[in-house]
Every structure is written in C-alpha cells, then in structure tokens.
C-alpha cells in the first residue's frame, strides 16, 4: 500500500504573471519614487489613486461597506433578549435592605431598654445607699445637702423657673394669670386655652427635663412644674 503527497511549489514569473492584476490602484498617500518601487518590487504597475477621506465619502459608500460589528452586535442583541428581568434581583435587594433597617432599629430599641434598666438599677442603689425612700428622693437629698452648704439646688424656685420659662414664653398671650412656688414645684394658673397649646406646653417642659401636670378649673387650666424624676 502506498500513498502520494502533492507538495506546493512556488510559482514562477510567468505563472504568477498570468494571476497578476493589469494595474494595482493605491488608494493612499504615496508619492511616485514610492510607487516606482513597488511596481519594480512587484512587475505589476502601481498607480496613484484618490486617497480615502472619511469626512468627505457619501452615505452610499457607508450603506455598501461590509458591516464587520453586525456578528457581535447579533450575539450582543440575542444574549439581552434572553437575560433574565433585573426587577427580581432589585425587589430582592429593597426586602433585604428593608430586613437589615428593621434588624438595626430593633437591636438599637432593645440596647436601649438594657441601658435604661441599668440606669434604673444604678439609681435604686444609690437611693438605698443615700437612705431615700426611691430613686425621685435623691433629689430632695440633694438640695438638703446644697442648701446646708449655704447654696441653690436645682428644685429651688429660681433655678426652676429659669428652666420652665422658655416653655412658659411660648403660650399665646395672655395665658399665664399667675404662678405660686412651694415644696419645690411651681404652680402655674392659665386661662382657659386648647388642646394643642397644651401638648405644646408638655413637650417642651418635658424637653427642659421637667414634669407637668394639669387639670381644668372653672376658670381655665391648673398646671405643676417641677424636676422630672
């Protein structure tokens, strides 16, 4: 059994001649010694044509040249069409934004209710330490301890009221008929106002970090400053 091979020769001058263009048109700068040459190198005649100039083509030369971009731009267009919908992957990332914000609000809430627990705890024990009935006589003690010191305590009539004034200021005019100090509060006599100026009134006495309490007389509103315990 035998096999054959054919092996490829170079052509000759005559044969490739017979393959050979009449004339080779460059269609870019080159200037005639360049041409000379390659026709010389070539033995085919190399010619000067008119340089490609992208700005001046017409469209027609743009609507018949070969769109080499169309396969890529095929695969590109048939990849998107059969990509799954982004909005699953974006509801899932609100839910689990939304999980993560709900899981840090309520581990802030709970850490919070243990530190207020030990303030708590912290203050029945000084209370106990200091011989006082509950944590809101720590107070009394101490503004019994300053005044022995011949000085004010902050449930004395003047520092009181330099803390409820601000909160006092804010009524509407006229409101404030008369105020009365003793054992540590100020009682303060209103005309008779509306709801909303009375919530007002407790969120800002609560904000100085003092108490009110208040109840409607015959002729308009009773109401007691005092230190929060």
């Known amino acids: 059994m035998t096999s054959s091979s054919?092996?490829?020769?170079?052509?000759?001058?005559e044969e490739a001649a017979a393959f050979a263009p009449e004339q080779v048109v460059a269609q870019r700068p080159a200037d005639p010694p360049l041409l000379a040459a390659w026709t010389r190198?070539?033995?085919?005649?190399f010619v000067a044509g008119t340089p490609w100039q992208w700005a001046s083509a017409p469209a027609s030369a743009f609507a018949a040249a070969v769109d080499v971009l169309a396969p890529a731009r095929m695969t590109r267009t048939a990849s998107t069409r059969h990509d799954a919908?982004?909005?699953?992957?974006?509801?899932?990332?609100?839910?689990?934004?939304?999980?993560?914000?709900?899981?840090?609000?309520?581990?802030?809430?709970?850490?919070?209710?243990?530190?207020?627990?030990?303030?708590?705890?912290?203050?029945?024990?000084i209370a106990t330490e200091l011989g006082a009935a509950s944590p809101a006589d720590i107070a009394r003690i101490h503004a019994d301890a300053r005044h022995r010191a011949g000085r004010g305590a902050p449930s004395d009539a003047m520092p009181l009221f330099a803390r409820a004034a601000p909160a006092l200021a804010a009524l509407p005019a006229g409101a404030l008929r008369t105020a009365?100090?003793?054992?540590?509060?100020?009682?303060?006599d209103l005309a008779k106002v509306d709801d909303a100026a009375l919530a007002g009134l407790r969120d800002r006495v609560e904000n100085a970090g003092l108490f009110?309490?208040?109840a409607p007389t015959a002729s308009g509103v009773r109401a007691r400053i005092g230190i929060a315990p």
């Open 180 to 188: 009365t100090f003793g054992q540590g509060t100020w009682t303060i």
């Open 6 to 13: 054919t092996r490829l020769r170079p052509l000759s001058i």
């Open 41 to 45: 190198a070539s033995g085919v005649p």
């Open 85 to 125: 919908s982004p909005l699953p992957v974006a509801a899932a990332l609100v839910a689990l934004a939304a999980a993560v914000h709900l899981a840090a609000t309520a581990g802030t809430w709970a850490w919070r209710k243990v530190e207020l627990a030990r303030a708590e705890r912290a203050l029945e024990a």
């Open 212 to 214: 009110v309490v208040h």
